[in-house]
């Protein structure tokens, strides 16, 4: 190795051999074009002990080393030198100084006159932003940076500590499952039963249980299952687009989704005007929760979660027809409302909608368990592939899964009468 090249030390700790952590460092390294040595290796001799790790970076430059050493924070390997983070004012509002520290979603601490200090709210993608008055640091989306702030940048200064899994989880307790493989040939049984046992924990530690969810609840014959849940009270917050909504509407309305009839199967006469129809009504009552009310709307998913008070966020897109006239059309504005939300989240279900989970992905921090269940493999693995490390995907078919998981967790209420649409005010 020369000495004529950029060049950086950088520690890792903790279960680095069999969470894959090491060789997932490494890669990333050799990936990039840049050598290592690995200067230090103390390995544990218990499975409960952690390791140490070393390691002596060469870049051909100093640009090239920060983006790798940055990089490498996301798996937890930090510059072993012990040096302050450097702080810089933002000069202009929504745009951080060149140079910013761009965050993980992992526990992250910074250094400020020879202490730590914890970063709250870890989020993917932001900067860290320190108020020296409160001695306090955050992480903050650069649409709200204020002229003044101090922003972390660089990467000295900065811990990020890994999320790992220790061999003894491996033994089926535990969350951590199906380790970071994407399959669709686990045993469904076993995976629903995870599931749950997460959603049953979420619910004991007094959390909150998230629903990212598209159409296909509707169109898989989900709703029943899906409405039982909701009775049950496994779900919180839900995070959806006009689709879901629109669709799970027409189906009360008109016994449709798309159109097409959930009790034949079959497209309906004039049924492509069904889910604009169904639209103008709720627009006609002013919302969902007056259509409600009003009884335009008698059952359904969204009508469970008016009767229920499930917290939900409907963010738009330029392919929403109508909208109807909760959804926020603004997606700055629909992140906000989404990011309010996330503190309080113990558990999220992500159910067949590509977007809207990598953008709530992003915004969750690392410690709270994420299942993506998508019956197209390449949804399930983009969501892994942004770097949400908790992500655990499950490829099979959504109307099975949640059936499945209603069996699990709300047996008697999945047995209460439905309607050939889903639940219905009449079956509670």
């Known amino acids: 190795m020369s000495d004529q090249r950029a060049s950086e ?7 680095v051999m069999n969470s894959g952590l090491l060789s997932q460092v490494l890669d990333e390294i050799v990936e990039r074009g840049c050598d290592y040595e690995i200067t230090r290796f103390d390995v544990g001799k218990r499975h409960t002990d952690a390791s140490y790790v070393a ?16 990089r490498l924070q996301s798996y937890g390997a930090n510059p072993a030198t012990d040096e302050d983070a450097t702080l810089e004012p933002s000069s202009m509002a929504g ?80 969350f951590a499952f199906m380790s970071s493989e994407i399959s669709s040939e686990k045993p469904q049984g076993l995976l629903v039963e995870r599931v749950a046992d997460g959603m049953r924990q979420c619910k004991a530690a007094g959390r909150k249980v998230l629903w990212v969810a598209g159409p296909a609840l509707v169109h898989t014959g989900s709703v029943p299952a899906t409405c039982a849940l909701i009775r ?3 779900m ?45 009504r709720i627009r006609r009552s002013g919302s969902i929760a007056a259509a409600v009310d009003d009884g335009t709307l008698d059952g359904g998913i969204m009508w469970h979660t008016v009767r229920h008070g499930v917290d939900v966020v409907l ?17 700055v504005t629909a992140q906000a409302a989404m990011r309010r939300r996330v503190p309080e989240v113990g558990f999220a279900l992500m159910v067949a909608t590509l977007l809207h989970s990598i953008a709530t992905g992003n915004m969750l921090p ?15 693995t983009k969501l892994v592939d942004r770097g949400s490390v908790q992500s655990i995907g499950i490829v099979t078919d959504v109307g099975l899964f949640i059936g499945e998981l209603a069996q699990r967790l709300a047996p008697d209420e999945l047995e209460r009468e439905p309607s050939r649409y889903g639940m219905t005010a009449r079956s509670l």
């Open 366 to 380: 690392a410690h709270v368990p994420l299942v993506c269940v998508d019956i197209n493999p390449a949804s399930v």
């Open 315 to 331: 963010a738009g897109s330029v392919r929403d027809d109508g909208p109807l006239p909760d959804v926020i059309r603004d997606a």
């Open 236 to 280: 919180d917050v839900l995070f959806a687009g006009n689709a879901l909504a629109t669709h799970d509407i027409e189906a009360n309305l008109f016994g449709t989704s798309l159109g097409v009839s959930l009790s034949h199967g079959i497209p309906t006469e004039h049924g492509h005007e069904h889910h604009v129809r169904a639209i103008n």
């Open 55 to 70: 390691l002596r970076l060469e870049a051909n430059d100093a640009d090239e080393l920060r983006a790798l050493v940055e």
């Open 9 to 15: 030390t950088v520690e890792l700790r903790g279960h």
């Open 95 to 174: 745009v951080f100084p060149e140079g910013f520290y761009s965050t993980t979603n992992l526990p992250t601490r910074i250094r400020i006159d020879g202490g730590w200090v914890d970063v709250a709210n870890p989020e993917m993608d932001c900067g860290i932003v320190y108020d020296a008055a409160t001695r306090t640091a955050r992480t903050l989306p650069m649409d709200d940076l204020e002229v003044g702030m101090q922003v972390v940048c660089g990467v000295g200064g900065i811990k990020v500590s890994p999320r790992q899994r220790q061999r003894a989880e491996s033994d089926g307790t535990g």
């Open 232 to 234: 049950a009270g496994y």
